[in-house]
Nanobody, 121 residues
């Protein structure tokens, strides 16, 4: 069974940092791009970052560029989202998924369970 299991998240103050983890199992980790998404209260889910399967390409939403960094450890089959200088607007439930946009992610249908990040001002 293809699975993504998330860890990390929590409550931080504005300006602080947090790292989310997404551990993969049941599939060839180095053959799929992994995306991070988030859904803030009352808002639609949005794509936050994309990390290519070959780990040589990343892309970020404009709102997080320069503050968030996606990376992966193939040996540990884990993808990370390092978040720095967090802002209250970053408050959301964060998800990792196979695929970097809603269409492909929905097609693969493999999502982490979600983890809440709350940034206080």
């Amino acid at each position: 069974e293809m699975q993504l299991v998330q860890s990390g998240g929590g409550l931080v103050q504005a300006g602080e940092s947090l790292t989310l983890s997404c551990a993969a199992s049941g599939f060839s980790f180095d053959e799929f791009a992994i995306g991070w998404f988030r859904q803030a209260p009352g808002k639609q889910r949005e794509a936050v970052s994309c990390l290519s399967y070959s780990n040589d390409y990343t892309d970020y939403a404009q709102s997080v560029k320069g503050r968030f960094t996606a990376s992966k450890d193939n040996d540990k089959k884990t993808v990370f989202l390092q978040m720095r200088n967090l802002k209250p607007d970053d408050t959301a439930v964060y998800y990792c998924a196979i695929g970097c946009s809603e269409g492909p992610a929905a097609a693969f249908g493999v999502w982490g369970q979600g983890t809440l990040v709350t940034v206080s001002s």
